[in-house]
């Protein structure tokens, strides 16, 4: 609706934000989205994915990469990939810190910075008391000394525990959870490769499943937004909910000779999302969406997920650069769909 009394013509745009903040603070978000994108540009609201490669090439033995995490998110799995990529996957150590483990992270680290290695470590917010260690560690590096190929990856929770020196003297990035289902769906195909696609027996029924699953798995996070409409517990599902059950997918389809949809219902809906659901109701919930998206109709061409249509099967012959410029072209649809309601309105 717009401002009564002449104060649409009258007020720019901030102005009116203001003011829906006196009227329905909860559409301030929305409308902060719509502002920024107004002045800057739409890429400003759009997820962006950690370029580890473009971080790697500015780093140095003596700079320590730091991923900042947000619940929901695990960088684990793309570092181990661009590990891969950059062949040193053999000489990646990683452990995850808490209680007993200082000791032999820092054995660790003394052996990679003499190989050349790369040493991961985890959650270092659970591990305050050797904060202090890992700080002398990083400081007393030399230069001239440690193996020009050694590096650090550390993440950690926000905490008041963490050097302040390793922040500020390392590489920063923010990991966050994409917001959206149509950025969770970009994310995992972005972070897949053809031959994960394309390697498995039933490629084709593998393809067509995996939208439907990523589909699922976006729209269980999404739901949290509705609150006890959504599930009365605000569940913490994760990537690695999603990569087991993809790797249970290709699994399944390779071993079954027809599509197993209850056992591929009762390992994603009972125990890798299930796990983590603590209220009968709310897994029953789960339950009656994923038996959306595990089903036989979602094998046929242009199966329709939504009402809208703006959801439907990708054709299954697509290589992975198709798939990503069909969930591009929803997004830009989705985008012109909300333009057009909001004029129309």
């Known amino acids: 609706e717009g401002l009564p009394g002449g104060l649409e013509q009258s007020l720019d745009a901030f102005q009116k934000i203001l003011i829906l903040r006196c009227l329905r603070g909860d559409k301030v978000t929305n409308a902060m989205q719509d502002y920024v994108c107004h002045q800057l540009g739409q890429r400003f609201i759009e997820p962006q994915t950690a370029d580890l490669s473009a971080v790697f090439r500015e780093s140095s033995p003596v700079t320590p990469l730091i991923f900042i995490l947000s619940p929901g998110t695990d960088p684990a799995a793309d570092l181990y990939k661009f590990a891969e990529e950059m062949r040193f996957s053999k000489k990646l150590s990683a452990i995850s810190l808490g209680q007993g483990q200082g000791p032999r992270a820092e054995a660790m680290m003394r052996n990679a910075m003499e190989r050349g290695k790369w040493v991961f470590f985890q959650n270092c917010h659970l591990a305050p008391s050797w904060m202090p260690s890992l700080e002398r560690l990083i400081e007393n590096i030399d230069p001239d000394k440690v193996h020009r190929d050694f590096r650090v990856w550390l993440t950690s929770m926000p905490s008041n525990q963490f050097p302040v020196s390793i922040l ?14 149509k950025a969770n769906l970009l994310r995992t195909y972005l972070s897949l490769t053809d031959a994960e696609l394309n390697d498995c027996k039933r490629a084709l029924e593998h393809k067509a499943l995996l939208l439907s699953l990523c589909l699922f798995h976006g729209s269980t996070i999404e739901r949290r937004k509705f609150g006890p409409l959504g599930f009365n517990i605000p569940y913490e599902f994760t990537d690695g909910d999603l990569r087991i059950c993809i790797s249970q997918l290709r699994m399944f389809l390779e071993e079954y000779t027809d599509i197993p949809y209850k056992v591929l219902r009762y390992t994603a809906g009972e125990i890798n999302y299930g796990g983590r659901v603590t209220d009968d109701w709310d897994r029953r919930c789960l339950l009656s969406i994923l038996q959306d998206f595990y089903q036989p109709p979602v094998l046929e061409d242009n199966y329709k997920f939504s009402e809208s249509g703006v959801y439907h099967q990708i054709n299954p012959t ?10 591009y072209l929803i997004l830009y649809t989705w985008i012109i769909l909300v333009v057009f309601t909001f004029v129309s309105c």
């Open 168 to 181: 500020q003297n390392g590489s920063k990035l923010t990991i966050e959870p994409p917001r959206g289902v």
């Open 318 to 327: 697509y290589d992975l650069n198709v798939s990503k410029n069909f969930l």
